[in-house]
């Protein structure tokens, strides 16, 4: 079955405190795996699109990668303004639906 | 370009009752999903439309219910509400059916009583 899980659910930091979010998948074959940010009463707002193993992705304080089991989203001396939930989804090849994780919910502590 | 509109943007409802919601995709974008979103379960997928056709469906009731018009606007009806329904409904729209990511709308936050 395919799923999605995101680790850790919550996450506070001190501002300029840099660390991962980890995001594993098990899928029967990847077509794309995304990052999206969702800030309180908003919408998922995409961040980036990884469609294979090794890929790496930036913008500003954000770098996505992706392994074959897993991705990751660093984030470098983070801001307040970076606190929002973050979330996984992943795209099978079979179909187009979409997987998503339940999100690592990012608090930045100034 | 104007995003993805959905409205309401609130709604109240007694259970039982049924609702209509409304989703307005990026001009060009063909493709339209729907997603519930609760505290426990993270998104949901509901389902999915491309001109005019619903292409995925996923593990929900029948009460729950869509469709696509010519002009890629979607509707999705909940029938016979249940506590359970609250939740914030998003939609989302692609040209391409989801490939490159969706862009979502603000969604629109039902709550049963």
């Known amino acids: 079955e395919d799923q999605v899980t995101q680790s850790p659910e919550a996450l506070r930091l001190q501002e300029g405190e840099s660390s991962s979010l980890n995001c594993s998948y098990t899928v029967s074959g990847l077509r794309g795996l995304f990052w999206y940010r969702q800030d309180p009463g908003k919408g998922p707002e995409f961040l980036f699109t990884l469609y294979s193993a090794g890929e790496e992705k930036e913008k500003e304080r954000l770098k996505a990668t992706l392994t074959k089991k897993e991705s990751f989203l660093h984030i470098t001396a983070p801001k307040p303004e970076d606190s929002a939930t973050y979330l996984c989804?992943?795209?099978?090849?079979?179909?187009?639906?979409?997987?998503f994780g339940t999100g690592t919910s990012l608090t930045v502590i100034p | 370009k104007a995003g993805v509109t959905q409205t309401p943007r609130y709604l109240i409802k007694t259970r039982g009752q049924q609702v209509t919601l409304s989703c307005s995709p990026i001009s060009g974008h063909r493709s339209v999903s729907w997603y519930q979103q609760t505290p426990g379960q993270g998104l949901q997928f509901l389902f999915e439309y491309f001109s005019e056709t619903q292409r995925n469906k996923g593990n929900f009731p029948g009460r729950f219910s869509g469709r696509q018009f010519s002009n890629s606007r979607s509707e999705m009806n909940v029938s016979t509400l249940e506590l359970g329904d609250s939740a914030l409904y998003l939609c989302a729209s692609s040209s391409t059916q989801g490939f490159g990511g969706y862009t979502f709308g603000s969604g629109t936050r039902l709550t049963v009583v």
């Open positions: 989804a992943v795209q099978a090849l079979t179909g187009n639906q979409f997987y």
